[in-house]
């Protein structure tokens, strides 16, 4: 692969990456508000307990609420499994798309070693020249 191809490849999966790790933080960030939801619902059944437990009527209305309440418990716990399973797969996402943006940059840095040895091995060669070129006219001179 050429320099420019191995550059454009790296520049995508880097790009890749990037992505996968905006959607697990949009993941996570939807995490943590279905779990802040949880605790409002919770806060909202104690303060309608409290106002059930201060009223000398007992309230009807009550046993339906928490009915509704318990149903949307279930249902935000529900959504919080779906998004940590989401984000157990994302993490291997991320995990695959590191490694394969890592394999690009080992073969790039590979091959830029190699040039940098070929480079020094044809500088090295020239000064040999010079120095057995210099080497020869001194005993041809003297």
Do not use: C
Request: no cysteine; proline share 1%; charged share 35%.
């Amino acid at each position: 692969m050429s320099r420019k191809g191995m550059t454009g490849m790296i520049r995508l999966h880097k790009w890749q990456l990037d992505e996968k790790r905006r959607n697990m933080s949009d993941l996570e960030k939807m995490r943590a508000d279905l779990q802040q939801n949880l605790t409002d619902l919770q806060v909202e059944l104690i303060a309608e307990q409290k106002k059930v437990a201060e009223s000398p009527v007992v309230s009807i209305a009550y046993a339906g609420y928490a009915q509704q309440v318990g149903v949307r418990r279930i249902n935000i716990v529900n959504s919080i499994l779906e998004v940590e399973v989401s984000i157990e797969d994302m993490k291997d996402q991320l995990a695959d798309a590191f490694k394969e943006l890592k394999k690009y940059e080992i073969v790039e840095q590979r091959e830029r070693q190699r040039k940098l040895i070929k480079r020094n091995r044809v500088q090295q060669a020239e000064l040999d020249e010079m120095a057995s070129n210099i080497h020869r006219r001194r005993q041809t001179m003297g």
